[in-house]
């Protein structure tokens, strides 16, 4: 019997994310393959969509706009903050990536995009956010996951 790609099957994929110029961002190549819990939420939206109904052994390729990757870019979520927020770090360059506490309390990875004097501005979007993912993918298995799996909501 041929198992499809659904809610709670366990998927293993090969994979080549690329970006609109077709410079690779990420890849499984010469790795093992991603294996993820379909409909658990373990992928970007826009990948899980595209994989329903697959087998093992089908490839495809798909864009995945945005909205269902790592959403837009909010501009609002690049801030200038004072270096004493920087407490205890002696040295603050751009590119450097920090966690900070965002006022609900969850944890979010901010990036330094400038620094100027005593000003440093900050970007918490993530560095995909409006940015269309290429994926080509392919399919190399497909199986129910165990009951364990579901409950823990990830493949073992």
């Known amino acids: 019997m041929t198992l499809l790609v659904g809610d709670n099957m366990v998927v293993s994929i090969h994979y080549t994310l ?15 393959p991603l294996t993820y ?64 506490q965002a006022p609900d309390g969850s944890q979010r990875r901010i990036v330094v995009r400038d620094v100027s004097g005593d000003e440093i501005t900050v970007d918490a979007n993530h560095e995909l956010a409006g940015v269309d993912l290429h994926f080509e993918v392919a399919v190399v298995e497909v199986r129910a996951a165990s009951e364990e799996e579901v409950a823990d909501g990830h493949a073992r």
Do not use: C, W
Request: overall charge negative.
């Open 37 to 100: 819990l379909h409909g658990a939420g373990n992928i970007i939206p826009g990948l899980e969509r595209a994989l329903i109904g697959k087998t093992a052994g089908e490839s495809l390729n798909v864009v995945v706009e945005p909205q269902f990757g790592y959403g837009d870019y909010q501009a609002e979520l690049l801030q200038v903050v004072p270096r004493a927020a920087f407490e205890g770090v002696e040295v603050v360059e751009v590119g450097m990536a920090f966690t900070a």
């Open 18 to 32: 690329t970006d609109e110029e077709g410079a690779v961002i990420d890849s499984s190549e010469g790795a093992e």
